[in-house]
């Protein structure tokens, strides 16, 4: 079947503003285009557009999806099971913090308390499946079952307070980041050795032996893994690059 720009949007629930963008980047060309001007997408770029929203719920950058897609060895199927086993994780997720707030609105509507350590309870659950979800295939290969099992364990065991905490040291290192890398701050300034300093407290809280060479490791894989950066670039692109080269210049000094 074949569509106009119109059409496409509405049935993949863009604008069509959306899809022209995409067309001049490169990463969704019509299959033709008429003497008119008017563009018409067939069913290789309807499968294309659906991968791309895809990639774009998972939070990845354009011009990463771009490079994703156009590689000669991307397998769809292969990252359609991927997609489906996120997109299950993150249900898994939604789930237990639905729980939470549906026990929390029971316990209010029966005017009982509701213990702290319960209304946090869902919400470091939820941080760890995200992780995992994210990271923990690579982070099982690079550093064993064993060391990642301690880390989701020490995240559950936080108090309401240290779980505050490393929520609120998280947020400062991405804006901070994101200040940074606007500033055109580089690697060397006492900002970036700050960051440094705040990251390597961030990592304590995940039951994180500091050792200067696995930080390192670490800021390595925050520029060669498209998830970290697209975590650290959501806002502003450049952040995981400062970051990592933040990290190798300062681990160990701060």
């Not at 993949?12 to 490169?26: E, I």
């Not at 309401?160 to 040291?169: I, S, V």
Request: hydrophobic share 40%; charged share 30%; glycine share 6%.
């Amino acid at each position: 079947m074949e569509y106009s720009i119109t059409s496409l949007a509405r049935l993949a629930g863009v604008s069509t503003r959306t899809l022209r963008w995409y067309d001049a980047m490169g990463l969704l060309k019509p299959s033709c285009t008429g003497e008119n001007g008017y563009r018409r997408y067939g069913a290789a770029e309807v499968d294309r557009l659906q991968d791309i929203l895809f990639y774009r719920a998972l939070g990845l950058p354009l011009a990463r999806i771009r490079e994703i897609l156009d590689d000669p060895s991307f397998d769809r199927l292969t990252a359609l099971r991927g997609h489906l086993s996120a997109l299950e994780s993150e249900r898994e997720r939604i789930n237990g913090l639905i729980r939470s707030v549906e026990t929390t609105i029971a316990a209010i509507e029966r005017k009982v308390s509701m213990d702290d350590e319960l209304k946090f309870e869902a919400l470091k659950r939820s941080a760890v499946d995200w992780n995992e979800q994210q990271f923990g295939r690579e982070a099982r290969k690079k550093y064993g079952d064993a060391e990642v099992d301690s880390a989701h364990k020490a995240v559950m065991g936080l108090t309401k307070e240290q779980y505050a905490e490393w929520k609120r040291l998280g947020d400062e290192i991405r804006s901070r980041l994101e200040t940074a890398v606007k500033a055109k701050s580089d690697a060397d300034s006492a900002e970036a050795r700050e960051i440094v300093s705040l990251h390597r407290r961030w990592l304590s809280f995940s039951g994180f032996e500091y050792d200067e060479t696995r930080h390192r490791g670490l800021a390595a894989i925050y520029t060669s893994d498209e998830r970290f950066a697209a975590y650290y670039d959501r806002n502003v692109p450049g952040c995981a690059a400062l970051l990592a080269s933040a990290i190798e210049r300062w681990a160990g000094q701060c």
